[in-house]
């Protein structure tokens, strides 16, 4: 079974910078399309980015285009999601999620198969 841990999450001040990864163990995706997600207090869960198997194609939510950037190291098993220029409004808990059928990039959080746990990221203003 594939299991996702997220890590990198904290308390950063606003225009501050993080780096979250997403491990993945129990198997290979490498082919497979990844992305984040994140729910704020009290806000549905919501798409951040996608990857695509090989990397290549990436999506962004239009709330963090030209501030976050998702990459991917297949070698390693691990995605990331490098984000700058963080806002108050960027806290929240974040999820990476894995398809286990498809390598397109997608923000339909109902076409990946396996979640992280979440981690936290909080940004003061």
């Known amino acids: 079974q594939v299991q996702l841990v997220e890590s990198g999450g904290g308390l950063v001040q606003a225009g501050g910078s993080l780096r979250l990864s997403c491990a993945a163990s129990?198997?290979?995706?490498?082919?497979?399309?990844m992305g984040w997600f994140r729910q704020a207090p009290g806000k549905e869960r919501e798409f951040v980015a996608a990857?695509?198997?090989?990397?290549?194609?990436?999506i962004y939510a239009d709330a963090v285009e030209s501030r976050f950037t998702i990459s991917r190291d297949n070698t390693k098993n691990t995605m990331y999601l490098q984000m700058d220029s963080l806002k108050p409004e960027d806290t929240a808990v974040y999820y990476c999620?894995?398809?286990?059928?498809?390598?397109?990039?997608?923000?339909?959080?109902?076409?990946?198969?396996?979640w992280g746990q979440g981690t936290q990221v909080t940004v003061s203003s």
């Open positions: 129990g198997g290979t995706l490498k082919y497979y399309a």
């Open positions: 990857i695509s198997g090989f990397g290549s194609n990436k």
């Open positions: 999620a894995a398809s286990s059928i498809s390598s397109r990039a997608t923000m339909r959080d109902d076409e990946y198969a396996y």
